[in-house]
């Protein structure tokens, strides 16, 4: 199994793990229900997600018989999509105090992880089509 894959699920158990924390702490506190935006990225952009690029990164490749356009680019997706998430639960929860910086957390972070989901995509569209050949005819006629 490739690192990013592995990373991937293990990340979207971890963010189970925090976000069903927060979702008991709400449940528990109900002042605390200001922080639902955190607790749902946490578990659907977090869990849910990274579950999918994760099982996708490592079943797309197998059921096309492609390999994975860029693995490369898959270990940037999983940076990208991690940091991002952590820097919009920060944003989620400061911004929930009215605190300016919050904002500009969760937008950097928003960003982030939206650049992660375009990777995903672009690689997940190029394994699909799979590596482009140039017919032997067009070849030998060079
Ligand atoms: C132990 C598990 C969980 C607990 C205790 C929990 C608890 C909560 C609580 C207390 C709220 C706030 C409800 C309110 O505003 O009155 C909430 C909202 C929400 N939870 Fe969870 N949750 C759990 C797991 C999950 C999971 C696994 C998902 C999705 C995969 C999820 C998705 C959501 C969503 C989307 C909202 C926002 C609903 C809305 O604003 O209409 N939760 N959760
Ligand atoms: C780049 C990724 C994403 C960004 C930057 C983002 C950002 C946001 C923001 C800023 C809000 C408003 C929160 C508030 O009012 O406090 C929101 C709401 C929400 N987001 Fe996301 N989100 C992203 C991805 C996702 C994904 C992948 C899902 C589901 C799989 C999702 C589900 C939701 C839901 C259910 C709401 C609540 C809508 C409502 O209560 O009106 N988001 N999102």
């Known amino acids: 199994m490739e690192w990013f894959v592995k990373a991937f699920l293990k990340a979207s ?16 506190y109900p002042l605390w229900t200001l922080h ?19 099982v996708a990164y490592h079943v797309i490749p197998r059921f096309t018989g492609h390999p994975l356009h860029s693995r490369r680019a898959a270990g940037v997706h999983w940076w990208l999509s991690n940091v991002g998430l952590a820097l919009m639960v920060l944003g989620f929860v400061t ?23 375009y990777v995903f995509v672009y690689l997940i569209w190029r394994t699909v089509d799979g590596p482009v050949h140039v017919p032997v005819v067009a070849i030998a006629s060079r």
């Open 13 to 28: 158990l971890a963010w189970l793990a925090l976000g069903v924390t927060l979702g008991v702490a709400m449940a528990a």
């Open 36 to 54: 639902r935006s955190a607790h749902m990225h946490m578990v659907l952009l977090g869990f849910v997600t990274m579950m999918i690029y994760g």
């Open 95 to 117: 911004r929930a105090y009215g605190a300016g910086i919050g904002t500009v957390a969760l937008a950097t972070g928003g960003t982030l992880s939206a650049l992660g989901a």
